[in-house]
């Protein structure tokens, strides 16, 4: 488990004592949620990290959640109601109207999240499998 990206070692510098981490964690879970849509996303990371605390998984659905409203592309239900739409015969309901209100808000409400999910405990900062919960 050597490299940058190790389990056990990335799962630490998320947690809420990794800092400023945490928030370039948000920015790739978010760009990838726009490139393979967040579910994809998800599964990935639980392949990859194992070992990730609750507060980590909190952090991974919070933001992978949210970050799908940046862009038109990033979530199925934005796709949905724009096919929807065409159907009926309204095609404004594209990319170029989506992303005056879809990007501010979108990086607003991570932001905001990520911050308040790092400043208080919703979930405990520890794993049960790496013995790392003191019980």
Request: charged share 10%; net charge positive.
């Amino acid at each position: 488990q050597n490299g940058l990206l190790s389990s056990t070692g990335a799962a630490k510098a998320v947690g809420k004592g990794g800092g400023g981490c945490v928030y370039w964690f948000v920015v790739i879970i978010t760009v990838l949620s726009n490139i393979a849509s967040n579910v994809p996303v998800c599964q990935m990371l639980a392949a990859t990290f194992p070992y990730a605390t609750p507060y980590q998984w909190m952090q991974v659905s919070f933001s992978a959640t949210i970050a799908g409203n940046l862009t038109m592309l990033g979530s199925a239900a934005n796709m949905i109601v724009a096919f929807q739409a065409a159907k009926v015969g309204d095609r404004t309901f594209t990319s170029e109207r989506h992303a005056p209100f879809g990007i501010p808000s979108t990086l607003g409400c991570l932001f905001i999240g990520t911050w308040l999910l790092a400043k208080f405990h919703f979930a405990p900062d520890c794993s049960h499998k790496l013995g790392t919960c003191g019980e």
